[in-house]
Structures are given as structure tokens and as C-alpha cells.
């Protein structure tokens, strides 16, 4: 059977000061009345029922996650006790899924990503679950053609084509990092990269065998926290060892290293939304170019961003080119063309000791 883990333990600091410590951008509804996590959710009861559905979460984050996601049965919404990457926290769900079922099939999914076509999503994980299902060994990702040559994301260079799909699937040459400009065009005009999505498809125990080959101290501490599942201890055992975990990405710690890798083509509609600025990929604009979330009067006015609270009207005059955000205790005003900075922002909060605006 098919089980679904959605990491949703992100802190989202571009998105600041929508998105804080307690309450980080997969909590928000940034494109529409759902939050990003509840739209993963409600994509994910195409493919998978609740029951199967497993989040893993900061802990900080367990009591808003549970308050957004009523139709998941508690106890499925995990909270890890500190942030420590991908690869722990997959092997952990994968130990939690074959704890239950041994033969189980694992997708997993970020909660802060953006996929507007349900029924091409689930076409492209029944593509996925053939090829597990054909040879237990493999594992699946997806990947996403590239429309730009994007700088911000690692990428996938596919090898020769494998079976009669109705969606095309790939041999994986090979995983590549963020690459330069330069690199990142000669990717896009070469035609066989895919932007890595981070969406996987493999039995759990396939994932399990796999960090026990490539990372066998994290794979140690997983077995211990996997044995204590279902006992009284399991809550003090599952802190204890996680904690000692080296953090590491599942890329870094499995995928550049296993040689049964598969790439299915996402016919899916993707974003990442890295930041605001994904915002008027995903909105509409009006005439000057200006995406506008709330109450709001705009003069002389174009290319910006303005995002809004309930009540609260933002006037701008002749901006052009920026990023006005309102919360109820932050406003943030800044360049588009130096977003990445919100981060230093971020940073200097830090700094000067100012965690309540965290």
C-alpha cells in the first residue's frame, strides 16, 4: 500500500514577517483560502486516504499543525524535537511505515510547494509506483523542466528512457548541485536537466537499506528510535537519539550515491515559492505589473508586490520594483531585486535580540 509523509518542518524566513518561528509559510495561505500544507493534504487524498498520511513537523509547530488539519488523526502529526535535514526525518517516517507495513510504498512530499493540476500530480505517482512496484530496489523522484536557468534549485540530468509509460520515466545520470549562471543555462539549453523537486517515491524499506549502506551511524540512531515505536519510552528514546543525529539532506545522503535511480517527467504544473516573488507567477497582476493581496491603494505604482492584513489598507506612491509587507506587528519594505536579503533581516533580529518579531 501507499503511505505519504509530508515534511512541513520549514521555517520559511524569506517570507518574513508573514512567516515567524511559530507559525512558518506552510501554515499560510499565500495563493488562496488554503494554507500551503493544506493544499498538499487535500492533493494527497487523490492518491493516498488520511489514515496513511503521516506529517512530520517541529514539535513547536505539532498544535497549529493538528488545529489546520482536523481530518488527520493526531497521532499521524509527529514532531521531530530539532531540525536535523531531510534524511532523518525520511528514515524516521520510513521506520514508523514499515513498522506497520513491511511491504509499504513511501511518497514523500514537501508541504511548501505549490502543484495546481491534481490529476496529472496523481497520473505521474501512479507512473512512480509502477516503476517501484517492478523492481523494489529503485528509487523514484520527479523532475521539473526547467523554464529558466534557475540558480536556486539543484538539478537532475536523466540518462536513457526506460519502459512504455504514459508519462515519460528516465535512468538518473546524475544528481548536480545549485549551479552558477552560466552552468545553469548550459543545463537548460542541453535539454536533458530536470530542476530537483524534492518529491520521491520508494519502499520504505528500500530507503531504510539504503542509509544503512550510505549513512550507517544515522541509520544506528534510526533503528534505535524504530525499536522504541509503540512502547511508554518511545517519546524519550525518539529525543534522545534524534538529537544526536548528523543532519544531512537525503540528496547528499542517499541520491548522489545510489545507483538505481529513476526520474519520472513531472507533467505537473510546480512552484516552489522560494519567496515573495513567486507570488505573480501565481496571481494575477494588475495593469502596471503590481500583485496586491489585501486592502490596498496603489499610485503610480508598478512591478511591486503588496500584501496586506484584514483591515489594514497599504498606500503606496510611485514605487516600482518592491515588496510591501503588513502583519499586525511588522511591515516590511524592501528592493525585488535584492529579495534574498529579507534573510539578513532575519539574521539582524536575531542579533539584536528581537525574537518576538521571529
Not at 162 to 182: C, N
Amino acid at each position: 500500500m501507499l503511505y505519504a509523509t509530508i515534511m512541513a518542518g520549514g521555517s520559511g524566513t524569506r517570507f518574513w514577517p508573514a512567516s515567524r518561528q511559530s507559525f512558518p509559510k506552510q501554515l499560510l495561505a499565500l495563493t488562496g483560502e488554503r494554507t500551503m500544507l493544506q493544499a498538499t493534504v487535500d492533493r494527497l487524498s487523490h492518491v493516498c486516504p488520511a489514515e496513511r498520511v503521516f506529517v512530520l513537523t517541529n514539535e513547536r509547530l505539532v498544535p497549529a499543525t493538528v488545529e489546520q488539519l482536523p481530518e488527520l488523526p493526531p497521532q499521524q502529526i509527529i514532531g521531530e524535537p530539532c531540525k536535523r535535514d531531510t534524511a532523518p526525518c525520511i528514515g524516521f517516517a520510513a521506520s514508523l511505515i514499515a513498522a506497520q507495513d513491511p511491504e509499504g510504498i513511501m511518497l514523500v512530499t514537501p508541504a511548501d510547494q505549490v502543484i495546481q493540476t491534481s490529476k496529472q500530480f496523481q497520473q505521474a505517482i501512479d507512473v512512480a509506483l509502477k516503476l517501484v512496484e517492478e523492481d523494489e530496489n529503485r528509487l523514484v523522484t520527479f523532475g521539473i523542466k526547467p523554464t529558466y536557468p534557475a540558480t536556486v534549485f539543484g538539478y537532475i540530468e536523466r540518462a536513457s528512457k526506460v519502459g512504455d509509460h504514459p508519462i515519460s520515466a528516465f535512468q538518473v545520470a546524475r544528481f548536480r548541485e545549485k549551479p552558477d549562471i552560466k552552468t545553469a543555462q548550459a543545463f537548460l539549453e542541453a535539454g536533458n536537466f530536470y530542476w530537483n523537486g524534492g518529491i520521491f517515491v520508494w519502499k520504505a524499506r528500500t530507503i531504510l537499506n539504503a542509509l544503512r549502506e550510505f549513512e550507517p551511524q544515522m541509520f544506528q540512531r534510526i533503528e534505535v528510535i524504530a525499536q522504541a515505536i509503540g512502547t511508554p519510552q518511545f517519546p524519550d528514546v525518539f529525543r534522545d537519539e534524534f538529537q544526536q543525529i548528523k543532519g544531512k539532506s537525503i540528496d547528499f545522503a542517499v541520491m548522489e550515491h545510489y545507483p538505481h535511480i529513476f526520474v519520472v517527467e513531472a507533467p505537473f504544473t510546480w512552484d516552489d515559492v522560494g519567496n515573495w516573488s513567486s507570488l505573480p507567477r501565481l496571481t494575477s497582476q494588475d495593469a502596471a505589473g503590481n500583485t496586491v493581496i489585501g486592502p490596498s491603494v496603489l499610485v503610480d505604482t508598478s512591478d511591486c508586490i503588496v500584501r496586506s492584513s484584514p483591515g489594514h489598507l497599504v498606500a503606496t506612491l510611485g514605487l516600482k520594483n518592491c515588496i510591501v509587507v503588513h502583519t499586525p506587528d511588522a511591515t516590511l519594505v524592501a528592493d525585488r531585486a535584492d529579495e534574498e536579503a529579507v534573510r539578513k533581516i532575519v539574521a539582524k533580529l536575531e542579533e539584536l535580540g528581537l525574537h518576538d518579531y521571529l
